[in-house]
């Protein structure tokens, strides 16, 4: 198709502003999906989406849009590429790599919410790609909608007229089929890089247009058993059909493309993909590392240069992954090179622990991002798991002056040994209804922030910057940010660099043992109040033994909270009656004797319920 017929869009917004909903009413109305097979987020095709009613995954889908009608002829006939991305803060690298397969974007902002701080955040990343921006206010059929007020928040925040904010609602349709229309008329169409120009502005002489180019970008990929390697990519030069010898610019590694094809939003074979289409491709490659998020694919016999790809996404959060049979090692990381072929963000490495074997050290964007990480494992590959307290990374210069990055609390060198701690700071931004500022100054403090400036946002809504250590950020400071707005608050953040810590390993004994698990590195103010909840709560979750058992906080060279689990009791008179009383004093010496070798020598089996219960700070 010609290439002014074509546009490419995203949708990015905060958390739940509705972008799930939007696009289901765009695939109506463009009847990409049957009205059969129509159902809520049906863009979002992971259980996990679904169940928790948020984005996890981008989305791409191509709609066939006739403005004014499916009557009209084919000269108005439109393709729009849709690439439905994720809100939270954790999948922040899913938009940045969404936005550059696209030339524009709908800042999709709720009417009843406002701007919200992860707004600021994709709002950042659209312009500095260059992103065409659209912004739309959703949920206009709410009662609770605030128009006027948003559409005054947005003028200020794009420096755009009130007559440029378009509305519509996700829930009637209203609005939708007029929003498509303005994307034909604001986004501008795909435009191709090829033949390239000398800085003079001169074509190349030994880079003619020919039809055997190819240069694509790979945004995304996929793993099946079946095709191997399914790549996600821009066409931005030439044509691609099946049958091509295509070549990884960046691997260098080889391969024939099986088939071509679209997103309807399921997998749709094509003829071919041309410049402009966003679609994919089956490389049949089953080897793990060769292909990459931001590489090139171009043909094997005219091979040209690679496309600027992306930033590597920084894990910020830590944790240690083991199977909690210890048979299932090999399994594990069969499943964590699958995960990653879906989610290229996160990472991971062996390591092996004295009591807990092997497994491994895997490297998240949050908390949420691990959260679904280790629940995808256990759904999709029926794995059992034992997960360790979540930690940042930390830089330790012992007495030695080596130094040395540690991932892991339960490699957290003895406080003897150290002479200086860094940690990572963050700097944040809270925007809030005006009334729950005290509040929020309040967990700020219990959170060892820094604020800094304070600025009024629309007509009851302020700005508030900060600077806070990773460490806290990681430390529920989510929740309790909810919780005290009443849902009200959101957050954006970025890291900032490094600072000296004030820290301390805290471990958990369970009956005289260390579980390496539940290792943390918290702050040496906060150790003992951290030590006695940690204490509490696992005293609450760990089901009552054979045998009385101690339950201990140890930090600082000493134990520092401690509670005993009394063991299950069996009367073993209950069967006599009567008789001299000698004769139950005995069999009660028995049962002590034996409780009493149990205590010795009896281990705790903590199942995988008990590890994530502890994991989820909520709970």
Known sequence: MDLKHIRNFSIIAHIDHGKSTLADRMLEITHTVPERKMRDQVLDSMELERERGITIKMQPVRMVYHPGGPERSEEQEYILNLIDTPGHVDFSYEVSRALKAVEGSILLIDSTQGVQAQTLTTLAMARDGGIKIIPVLSKIDSPLARISEVKEEVVKLLHCSREEILQVSGRTGEGVDNLLQEIIKRVSEPKETYPFRNSGGEVSKNENRSDNILRALVFDFKYSNHKGVIVFV????????????????????????????????????????????????????????????????????????????????????????FPEDADDFAELKLALGKLRLSDSSFSYEEESSGSLGRGFRCGFLGMLHLEIITERLRREFNLNLVVTTPSITYEVVNKQGKKEK??????????????????????????????????????????????????NFGDSRSTISVKMPLRELMRNFFDELKSVSSGYGSISYEISGEREADVTRLDILVAGEVVPAFSRVVSKKRVEEEAQKAVEKLEALLPRQM??????????????SSATLSGMKKDVTQHMYGGDI??????????????????????????????????????
């Open 547 to 560: 045998f009385t058992l101690k339950i201990q906080g140890r930090a600082l060279g000493r134990i520092i």
């Open 582 to 619: 000698t004769r139950k004093m005995k069999l009660r010496e028995k049962q002590k004797k034996g409780k009493k070798k149990m205590k010795e020598r009896g281990r705790v089996n903590i199942s995988q319920d008990v590890f994530l219960k502890m994991m989820r700070s909520g709970e």
């Open 406 to 455: 540690i991932y892991s609390p339960f490699f957290f060198p003895d406080d003897g040994n150290i002479e200086t701690i860094f940690e990572s700071w963050v700097n944040l931004k809270i925007i809030t209804p005006v009334e729950y500022v005290g509040s929020i100054m309040q967990i700020l403090f219990d959170h060892e922030a820094e604020v800094g400036d304070t600025e």
């Open 234 to 321: 821009r066409l931005l030069d030439g044509r691609v059909k099946r049958g091509d010898n295509l070549i990884f610019a960046v691997s260098g590694e080889k391969f024939n493309a099986l088939e071509v094809g679209t997103f309807s939003p399921e997998e749709t074979p094509q003829d071919y993909l041309s410049s402009g289409d966003i679609g994919y491709i089956v490389t049949g490659i089953k080897k793990p590392g060769i292909a990459s998020v931001g590489d090139t694919i171009t043909m094997l016999k005219n091979p040209l240069p690679a496309l600027s790809g992306y930033m590597q996404p920084m894990p910020v959060v830590w944790a240690s992954v």
